[in-house]
């Protein structure tokens, strides 16, 4: 019964913010910049079984090998979520997780990995992922990740990264990065596409030498 | 000889081709609430396979004692919050007699999914879910349409016992309880992006790709709270008037 409260609770804030909507269909403004950066720590979960790498099954690497997110397990990770033919947001999200690792104290660099996760079931391919791993010249910290669609929707759910696949195959999602630490709990997500250079260095730095 | 060994080869099968308990929903198209630019004003859906009623807590506690990493006392946080299963007396036992029949709610996106996948099935997408919820009720008292149904439905408190599976409507697609029972988790229900109102100080973290939000009928009120609640669901969350039906391909 408290649940239903809550769930009404939550219709009635809905209904509360609706209020705000234009009448007019919205636009979704294409690289939105002006404040449109939020970072949060995500607190509240708890410390037992956060880790993301819970989640089952296998991905495929940009050089066609098989993994489990389990394997990410071990390092501090900065995970994105993209598509390689996103024309400007996921380029950014690359370029802000490149700021990060040229930012980091160089005791730090090996302790860190970098894990961009596609959408793209259809077209993000190994021989895909590889190609762009050559254009964004990402090293061999980078991890790049295909899989299928239902595991690709069930990570995204675990991110809270929302996404809508388009009728001409690209996607509309929300751009977040997220800093897991070596277990694989969720510590930062810093939403937007403005770069939060400085304060992920201090996050993963914190991390590392814990 | 060849008799038992087909005979094994057919208990090996997964259950794949199982279609009992659901109905083939032929393929369409639909006007869908959230209109996107590149979404054109009807969405095309292809046939799929429904389940004619909402998982029950009979049927989840079959899931439950097959998969006990399950369990209320050992779901991780991640795949779903303290209010799991809160309706049952304990891990393995539902108590009240009354609700085995009744849809499972206080259930999380990843265990719906689990249980979806454990049946060789999936969840619906939304929309599929849209799709088949749209279509009209057969069984009506006259003169009881679809938006008279809903809207009855969400000025009623929830009964403090949720009543059995098949007890309200059924559809012409011939499934039951599309509304006027619970709530239903979709497979994508994290695909309504918000669209670019201004939520405090301008945020709008939701870009790439150039589509723009609207909604086709504004006055549509029941289905904008359909997606009004999707969009501030997450996959962990359980909620008492949620639950789910699964789907499968027709291929």
């Known amino acids: 019964m408290k649940n239903n409260i809550i769930a009404w609770g939550v219709i009635i804030s809905i209904m509360a913010l609706s209020c705000h909507k234009a009448p007019a269909p919205t636009r979704l403004s294409c690289c939105a910049k002006d404040g449109a950066v939020t970072a949060s720590s995500l607190t509240g979960s708890l410390e037992a079984n956060a880790s993301v790498y819970q989640l089952p099954g296998e991905w495929t690497d940009a050089h066609n090998h098989s993994l489990e997110l389990k394997e990410l397990k ?11 033919h996103c024309g400007y947001a996921c380029p950014r999200l690359v370029q802000d997780m490149k700021a990060i690792e040229d930012a980091l104290p160089v005791a730090v660099k090996n302790d860190v990995g970098y894990v961009l996760v596609s959408f793209d079931a259809e ?22 990740l295909h899989g299928k669609r239902g595991q690709i929707r069930e990570l995204s759910m675990l991110l809270n990264v929302k996404y809508q696949q388009l ?5 509309n999602h929300s751009n977040s990065i997220f800093i897991l630490d070596k277990k694989g709990k969720i510590i930062q997500s810093i939403d937007g596409l403005e770069p939060q250079t400085g304060l992920a260095v201090n996050t993963i730095s914190r991390l590392v030498k814990n | 000889m060849k008799t038992v060994f087909t005979f094994i080869l ?15 929903i032929p393929g369409g198209e639909f006007r869908p609430f959230l209109l996107s630019e590149r979404k054109n004003r009807k969405v095309k859906v292809h046939s799929f396979y429904l389940d004619i009623h909402a998982v029950t807590n009979g049927e989840f506690l079959a899931f439950v004692k097959a998969n006990p990493q399950w369990q209320r006392s050992r779901v991780p946080d991640i795949f779903a919050d303290s209010h799991y299963l809160k309706q049952w007396a304990a891990d393995l036992e539902i108590g009240d007699g009354r609700i085995i029949n009744s849809p499972v ?3 999380s996106w990843f265990a719906a999914t689990a249980y979806c996948k454990w049946k060789g099935k999936r969840l619906p997408t939304m929309d599929e879910w849209e799709y088949a ?4 009720p057969v069984n009506a008292k006259p003169g009881q349409q679809l938006s008279r149904i809903i809207l009855e439905w969400y000025d009623h408190p929830n009964p403090a016992v949720l009543p059995a599976v098949g007890s309200t409507y059924k559809n012409s697609f011939g499934v039951y309880d599309m509304h006027g029972l619970i709530w239903e988790w979709v497979e994508d229900f994290n695909s309504v992006i918000p669209g670019g109102e201004n939520r405090g100080a301008g945020a709008n973290p939701f870009v790439c790709g150039a589509g723009s939000l609207g909604t086709a009928n504004k006055e549509d009120y029941a289905a904008y709270m359909r997606y009004a609640f999707r969009e501030n669901l997450q996959a962990a969350y359980t909620v008492s008037g949620l639950g789910f039906r699964c789907a499968q391909d027709t291929e």
């Not at chain 1, 590889?130 to 061999?140: H, N, P, T």
């Open chain 2, 133 to 136: 919820a749209g279509a009209a």
């Open chain 2, 105 to 107: 709610t206080n259930i």
């Open chain 1, 167 to 171: 009728e001409d195959g690209n996607f």
């Open chain 1, 74 to 84: 071990g390092r501090v990770r900065v995970v994105a979520m993209i598509f390689t």
């Open chain 2, 10 to 24: 057919l208990a090996l099968l997964p259950h794949q081709h199982d279609h009992s308990g659901m109905v083939k």
């Open chain 1, 123 to 144: 077209r993000d391919d190994a021989a895909q992922l590889s190609r762009f791993d050559a254009e964004q010249g990402l090293d061999s910290h980078w991890t790049l």
